[in-house]
T-cell receptor, first 115, second 114 residues
């Protein structure tokens, strides 16, 4: 089992550029999560998909952020246009959701730096 | 709003010591509680998941307990090793029917000295 795969691992871009982060969840998992981690705010949930459908996007900071999950094995998080305050580590996590809760498995993260 | 507090923020111990990390949460209507470790520059590794109906879970030298009514969990690490050095995070769903939206504590930075 390869675990959750994210790409790229590091991204450095200039303000105003479009950034696309990619995630491949663990095979068989039906839930996918995008998180952002910063020193100031810790880990924050951005968006949650269940069976490829966005269920909760209340954590998406603003319209510059968008996420898609076209199929069960792929998701993207896009920032357009990017700003320096978007610099953070972005994690993707997946789980197999049960009625009583689920265990979330995290990818290695993408460290984004916006200059 | 669920709030998660972890004490201590940092802990340094000599190799071989048994230690306890603490986690408290304000909303006890949770489905489960999950402990993670995070190594510098890396992602989170799930250590243990305790369902709300359980009192504890064990994995190797790790034992996590859950007292839902008092809003507390502890992670016990036996015979600590330098390889245990990492940041340990606890997380709970936001409560009130949510089983997915995790609220994380700020973590305990553990250093085990050889």
């Amino acid at each position: 089992d390869a675990g959750v795969i994210q790409s790229p691992r590091h991204e450095v871009t200039e303000m105003g550029q479009e950034v696309t982060l990619r995630c491949k969840p663990i095979s068989g998992h039906n839930s996918l999560f995008w998180y952002r981690q910063t020193m100031m705010r810790g880990l924050e949930l951005l968006i949650y998909f269940n069976n490829n459908v966005p269920i909760d996007d209340s954590g998406m900071p603003e319209d510059r952020f968008s996420a898609k999950m076209p199929n069960a094995s792929f998701s993207t998080l896009k920032i357009q246009p990017s700003e320096p305050r978007d610099s953070a580590v972005y994690f993707c996590a997946s789980s197999f959701e049960l009625a009583g809760g689920n265990e979330q498995f995290f990818g290695p993260g993408t460290r984004l730096t916006v200059l | 709003k669920q709030e998660v507090t972890q004490i201590p923020a940092a802990l340094s111990v000599p190799e071989g010591e048994n230690l306890v990390l603490n986690c408290s949460f304000t909303d006890s209507a949770i489905y489960n509680l999950q402990w993670f470790r995070q190594d510098p520059g890396k992602g989170l590794t799930s250590l243990l998941l305790i369902q709300s109906s359980q009192r504890e879970q064990t994995s190797g030298r790790l034992n996590a307990s859950l007292d839902k009514s008092s809003g507390r969990s502890t992670l016990y690490i036996a015979a600590s090793q330098p390889g245990d050095s990492a940041t340990y995070l606890c997380a709970v769903p936001n409560g009130r029917g949510s089983n997915y939206k995790l609220t994380f504590g700020k973590g305990t930075l553990l250093t085990v000295n050889p």
